[in-house]
């Protein structure tokens, strides 16, 4: 900035960079394309995979979204937003994360021919608002199908069809029934609503070695543990367990304590009260009589001794999450001191424990089959395989849950995008004015679905994609033809079964054009500003 | 090159450079003025959104002025008067950062003009110190209207006004409803004077990504964003005593550096069982009070979990101090800093308990969140937002809180005027007509005073692409007509249309501003500018260790 004189006159700080206007506008268009393109190829079945390697050196093998997003750094602020958007799907449907973003680039690119032709920017972001809003209400009333949750068959259908993308899909089945089976493990019924927690009662345990074949569900806990003296015994029939969480050896106070010795027999006598503590803790566990000790902590060897006299099988050392699991399948109460144990404490639900050993490692099963939580126990033939079938897993997992939780359905392969577009664009008709146009941009950005899943597998796009378009065209009727994936031709997809949870499709549709409103709304980009020092938020200090 | 320094510099103790008279004079302005630029175009219904991207690479998009400027690394001292212009208005106000920098902005450029022609800065500070004071009475007794001739509805206009220019701004109906019924809710009247107060502060606004702007949720009651301690605890308490805590449940500690020296090692033990029982003592002193939900902003030891499990209590760890301060208040229940009582005994008295109809613990995305309802002493009101990703929530979050600061500044205050350029446009035509009755000098302020206001419907236009000298001739035409016929005065309420480019009666169609709000920023605005136009030296200091090529360029 030049001021009166030709002195220049500098007014923001000189390590800041800014860029605004039109050229803003293109360069995050530009980077949601970009990112958008590089997980372009990990939609529909015929997916490829990602390698990805960190500065590490550690390798990730993935076509999850989220997954292969998560690694990659990217410098351009509006690449970040979009990189948000797929840990948004990710956490809150689980699933649908490489949709979300290949959609929210289409939503922008779609943007840059209106803003080339100075439509302002906020009449854009009208329109797109506005289309969004009929498209959720076309997908919840017309497009969709309800389901009974009860009926397994149908919800297999559902996860196959998400399953149907992933690496896991050569075990389907498989696949299918480990998701069905732990989601039904862990619902529980809370006064009508259903609870659904996978984050905290459905431990998913890898196991390398084996094939995939041998994964399955275990009613139970699993744990990569052994027992703390091998004479313990190693299978219990209907145990009574007592949970702690606190040590079974000597531990000194919280406070500095210092103790001085002046006498010779005083060091005996300090040894012999930490036997007595030790002896005073084992003797209050024996008298309830259990058979397995869990506690969260250490086990002295001395406290091992006692216990193993009584016939107490013990493990030590044990994740506070692990033992929430376990106080909810042997339904015992975790205590912190062995004084305060009572009778009530003691778990009776688990019906067997067992410790195997699978390969080099120990095993420890605590099974019952009427328990609300669960472990997936995962086998393959390396790290990486078992890390993506995890997340393949997970993504399975959700899709049931939010398939129990919101019982619809859309078609998959893309039929409702397309669904969707063909009556957006009909809708956007009837509306007056500038609008009509990015409107119907938004119905054109829902067709880059079926276009990606048809570009995926090597079909014949435009043939493929008009043909689709005819067939919407055609009649109403005709709004579960989409795009089948591994051939890329265009099938009913109440025939060939695919299904996606409408809370998904929805979620993708909403957070795709929400952030490609916000993006469209910047119009300056300011960067090196200062570090915001804390509370950036504008909740300050407000006179009362 | 001019080179104001080179004359004072052997005068002056210390090696710095000195700039004087205009010279200093128009750095200042255009310095302000290009603070100004930056803000410009978030300003109004369509106006857009900056991208603020510090060192590290965090990203903030926001609308509201005084975040992008306080965002900014601003070096120039004029310039930073204007930042902190800003942040007073939105300390005070809350809302209308944005046009408060370019009013002040407008008012120094023509105040630079008018000292240019060798008017005395004297003179113009006279002049704008009059224009303001007649603006701000004018704007009170002719411009402004109270908020009963409309009601509720104009409570929620208000709010969408402020909305209309934010990220929340396709939803405005929705949030408006929220953000006014949420202001109602924390009302409080004052049993002494009175008084009714609206603290939304006491307003919880918190973010979870996920689902959509369109499901965020008002809850009548107070969402915590914790969860209770471990999982024995039950998720749901219905008729809930709440125990507000403000130290730890932890096992007693001496002090650092404190050691306790035995020589009996039975003692040793002793010491140990005694840190255990001392914090068993308090919590079965706070469950005998009938406590059954503990919130504490300190830690909660495991072993005494199971004392609250067994009790069938719900304990929360590590809420935040505010949070606690704020369910006291809505509970009834006091914020015990520690059991202690005057005669050094612990103790812990039912009164000292606050009661809620039910609290339960509600998962919403991938978080869990604790919701007080049915509290008795106050209602209570938070506001969960949701969106895509976590730079759209934080600009949710600013454009709400801006939006409850003005429905709390409309209710308190009880007056609004008409937005969209209206009252600056009347002060305008006002101020003119003002200017001509006085036969001083001051006569020139004024008049670039009321030049300087139509800063903000010529920008409003501008942003909306509309020609600008088009719509603002005509507007004030509209409110020349207004005040020179007594007749035709309905035409007062003359502001812009941005969305057809056409001038409408903006009293009809609900675009409200706070009165409160334009008078004090206009009242600012005329303050930062005085601030600055009396400046006429700027002394800049060497830094202790020389260093060469100093930006001044000289």
């Known amino acids: 900035m030049m001021g009166a004189g030709g002195q220049p006159i500098i007014v923001l700080s000189q390590g800041t960079k800014r860029e605004s206007g039109h050229h803003v506008q293109i360069g995050n268009i530009t980077a949601c394309k970009t990112i958008a393109d590089v997980i372009r190829t990990s939609l529909g079945p015929r997916a490829m995979l990602k390698m990805l390697m960190d500065p590490m050196g550690g390798i990730v093998m993935t076509n999850d979204g989220n997954a292969i997003l998560r690694e990659i750094t990217v410098k351009h602020p509006a690449a970040k937003s979009m990189i948000d958007i797929a840990r948004t799907q990710d956490e809150e449907t689980g699933d649908g994360t490489t949709s979300v973003i290949v959609l929210a680039g289409e939503v922008m690119s779609q943007a840059q021919q209106f803003l080339e032709q100075k439509i302002h920017p906020t009449i854009i972001i009208q329109a797109y608002r506005a289309a969004l809003e009929e498209a959720i209400k076309l997908a919840e009333e017309k497009y969709s199908r309800a389901i009974d949750v009860n009926n397994d068959e149908e919800i297999k259908t559902v996860v196959r069809s998400c399953l149907g993308t992933k690496m896991i899909s050569k075990w389907m089945d498989l696949a299918v029934d480990i998701a069905l089976n732990a989601v039904k493990t862990i619902r529980v019924d809370k006064g009508g609503v259903n609870e659904i927690d996978i984050k905290r009662y459905c431990r998913i345990e890898k196991i390398p070695g084996g094939t995939i074949e041998d994964c399955k569900v ?145 095993y420890t099963y605590v099974t019952s089959s009427k328990t609300t939580a669960c472990t997936v126990c995962l086998r393959g033939p390396s790290k990486d395989v078992i890390n993506e079938v995890e997340r393949n897993l997970q993504d399975a997992l959700h899709v049931v849950r939010n398939v129990m939780l919101n019982p619809r359905l859309v078609p998959g392969g893309g039929a409702l995008e397309m669904a969707l577009a063909h009556a957006l664009v009909e809708k956007g008709k009837s509306i007056e004015g500038v609008r009509q146009f990015p409107y119907k941009a938004v119905a054109r950005s829902l067709e880059v679905i079926p276009r990606t899943l048809v570009q995926n597998c090597g079909g014949s796009t435009i043939r493929q994609l008009t043909a689709l378009r005819a067939k919407h065209a055609q009649s109403a009727d005709n709004w579960t033809w989409g795009i089948d994936g591994c051939s890329g031709k265009i099938v009913d997809m109440k025939e060939l079964g695919i299904w996606d949870p409408l809370s998904v499709r929805i979620q993708v549709l909403k957070t795709a054009v929400e952030t490609s409103v916000m993006l469209l709304r910047i119009d300056d980009i300011v960067s090196g500003t200062k570090k915001s020092s804390g509370g950036d938020g504008p909740v300050k200090e407000m006179p009362m | 090159l001019i080179q104001m320094a080179t004359g004072a510099e052997s005068i002056l103790a210390l090696t710095g450079r000195r700039t004087t008279g205009q010279s200093i004079r128009s750095q200042n302005v255009t310095a302000a003025v290009a603070i100004a630029n930056i803000v410009k175009s978030s300003l109004g219904p369509v106006g857009l959104d ?75 500070i006279n002049g704008y110190r009059l224009a303001c004071k007649e603006a701000v009475k004018y704007l009170q007794e002719n411009l402004s209207f109270p908020v009963e001739e409309l009601g509720r509805q104009s409570l929620i206009n208000a709010a969408k006004t402020s909305m209309s220019s934010k990220i929340i701004g396709p939803d405005m109906d929705f949030f408006s409803e929220m953000v006014v019924e949420a202001t109602e809710l924390v009302k409080v009247t004052d049993s002494a ?55 730890s449940l932890q096992k007693a500690k001496m002090h650092l550096g404190i050691s306790v020296v035995v020589d009996d090692p039975v003692k040793l033990e002793a010491i140990r069982r005694e840190e255990f029982d001392i914090v068993k003592r308090r919590i079965e002193k706070i469950l005998a009070a009938g406590a059954n939900v503990i919130l504490t902003s300190g830690g909660i030891d495991d072993l005494c979990l199971k004392m609250f499990t067994e009790a069938g209590a719900m304990g929360v760890r590590r809420c935040k101090k505010a949070d606690l301060k ?154 020349h007509k207004a005040q020179q016929n007594s007749k035709l005065s309905h035409l007062k309420w003359a502001g812009l249309d941005l969305e057809s480019g056409e001038v409408r009666d903006n009293k009809e169609a609900g675009i409200f501003e706070p009165a409160m709000s334009k008078v004090k920023s206009i009242k600012f605005a005329t303050e930062a500018a005085i601030t600055i136009l009396r400046i006429d030296d700027l002394i800049k200091l060497d830094k202790e260790e020389p260093r060469g090529g100093d930006q001044c360029g000289a």
């Open chain 2, 193 to 247: 004077t009175g008084k009714i107060t609206y603290p939304i502060k006491a307003i919880n606004v918190l973010k979870a990504h996920g689902k959509s702007a369109r499901e965020s949720m008002l809850i009548k009651g107070y969402a915590l964003n914790c969860t209770v301690a471990c999982q024995g605890m039950p998720l749901q308490i219905k008729d809930a005593k709440i125990a507000c805590l403000d130290f």
């Open chain 2, 326 to 479: 704020r369910i006291a208040k809505a509970t009834g229940a006091t914020l015990t800093c520690s059991l202690a009582n005057l005669e050094g005994e612990e103790t812990f008295d039912a009164t000292q308990l606050g009661h809620a109809d039910e609290i339960v613990q509600q998962r919403i995305s991938d978080d869990e969140l604790i919701i007080i309802r049915g509290t008795k002493a106050r209602t209570a009101s938070s506001i969960i937002l949701r969106g895509a990703n976590d730079t759209m929530l934080d600009e949710m979050e600013r454009s709400v809180h801006d939006s409850l600061c003005v429905v709390r500044r409309v209710l308190e205050s009880g007056r609004l005027v008409a937005g969209g350029g209206a009252v600056e446009a009347a002060l305008n035509v006002y101020l003119e007509a003002f200017a001509t009755t006085l036969s001083s000098r001051e006569q020139l302020a004024v008049a670039e005073f009321a030049q300087a206001l139509l800063v903000i419907p010529k920008t409003l236009s501008a942003n909306a692409a509309r020609d600008s000298t088009d719509l603002v001739a005509k507007l004030r035409a509209f409110h």
């Open chain 1, 218 to 362: 275990i009613k139970g806990v699993i744990l990569n543990k052994d027992v703390v003296h091998a004479k313990m015994r190693r299978r219990i029939e209907n145990p009574r367990v007592a949970l702690l969480d606190c040590n079974l050896e000597y531990k000194k106070g919280e406070s500095q304590t210092s103790l001085e010795i002046v006498r010779e027999e005083d060091i005996s006598k300090i040894l012999e009260q930490e036997e007595i503590v030790i002896r005073k803790q084992c003797d209050e566990i024996i008298a309830l009589k259990p058979d397995l000790v869990f506690t969260e902590k250490g086990v002295s060897d001395l406290a091992q001794h006692f216990l193993l006299k009584a016939g107490i099988t013990v493990l030590r050392r044990l994740k506070k999450t692990d033992n929430n699991r376990l106080a909810r399948v042997c339904g015992a109460r975790i205590v912190n001191d062995t004084c305060d144990l009572r009778e009530e404490d003691i778990g009776t639900a688990a019906e067997l424990f067992e410790i195997t050993k699978i390969g080099d490692e120990y």
């Open chain 2, 50 to 124: 900056k991208m603020l991207v510090d060192d590290v690479g965090d990203v903030i998009i926001t609308n509201d002025g005084a975040t992008i400027l306080k965002q900014l690394e601003v070096e120039h001292p004029a310039a930073k008067v204007l930042v902190e212009l800003a942040q007073l208005q939105d300390e005070e106000v809350g809302d209308g950062t944005t046009s408060v920098v370019i009013v002040a902005a407008e008012l120094l450029k023509l105040g630079d003009e008018l000292i240019k022609n060798k008017l005395h800065p004297t003179t113009v």
